[in-house]
T-cell receptor, first 114, second 111 residues
Framework: SQTIHQWPATLVQPVGSPLSLECTVE??????LYWYRQAAGRGLQLLFY??????ISSEVPQNLSASRPQDRQFILSSKKLLLSDSGFYLC?????????????FGSGTRLTVV | GEDVEQSLFLSVREGDSSVINCTYT??????LYWYKQEPGAGLQLLTY?????DMKQDQRLTVLLNKKDKHLSLRIADTQTGDSAIYFC???????????FGAGTRLFVKA
């Protein structure tokens, strides 16, 4: 069966520090991968999506970046965090030929920038 | 651009029916989804409806789609305290590599 792992679950980082959040998917190949951010009391904002290794599309210009070094690995990074980067970060995957299956989400990372 | 809108809060009594509404703007939407998010967790897909359907029922859940008005609703029968969560409406076009989510409706169930 397919599973998605996202870590860490919580993170408190000072302003100006770097960030690396990792997401891995098991049990499938060539998935579409996504990073979303959910700010407190707000909806989901799509940050990045990837349809294949090394292929990253950015939805929102900001100081975050994403990389997909392997088929089932998706990494969200920042060189210098801002206070406004605080939020709940969700990784998700979907199957290219099964739109009806929707997205499968990880359990999320709560990031607090102090 | 594409947009999905939902009311932010809904409060019901245990045992009553809950109806969560959603409107979307993209007339080329192929699939419409309802996701559930419990506190501190990721989203779980509850159900979906294909755009050529009017209704879909799955146990206590009923999804109604009015394609003309671009209106989607989720009815939860016999709402329980365990149904308290945030419910997200989402839409996707054929190809489905980009799904647009609403802001979520927080459902409170009073015992």
């Amino acid at each position: 069966s397919q599973t998605i792992h996202q870590w860490p679950a919580t993170l408190v980082q000072p302003v100006g520090s770097p960030l690396s959040l990792e997401c891995t998917v098991e049990g499938t190949s060539n998935p579409n991968l996504y990073w979303y951010r959910q700010a407190a009391g707000r909806g989901l904002q799509l940050l990045f999506y990837s349809v294949g290794i090394g292929q990253i599309s950015s939805e929102v210009p900001q100081n975050l970046s994403a990389s997909r070094p392997q088929d089932r690995q998706f990494i969200l990074s920042s060189k210098k965090l801002l206070l406004s980067d605080s939020g709940f970060y969700l990784c998700a995957w979907s199957q290219k030929d099964r739109v009806s299956y929707g997205y499968t989400f990880g359990s999320g990372t709560r990031l607090t920038v102090v | 651009g594409e947009d999905v809108e939902q009311s932010l809060f809904l409060s019901v009594r245990e045992g009553d029916s809950s109806v969560i509404n959603c409107t979307y703007t993209d007339s080329s939407s192929t699939y419409l989804y309802w996701y559930k998010q419990e506190p501190g967790a990721g989203l779980q897909l509850l159900t979906y409806i294909f755009s050529n359907m009017d209704m879909k029922q799955d146990q206590r859940l009923t999804v109604l789609l009015n394609k003309k008005d671009k209106h989607l609703s989720l009815r939860i029968a016999d709402t329980q305290t365990g149904d308290s969560a945030i419910y997200f409406c989402a839409e996707s076009t054929t190809g489905g590599f980009k799904t647009i989510f609403g802001a979520g409706t927080r459902l409170f169930v009073k015992a």
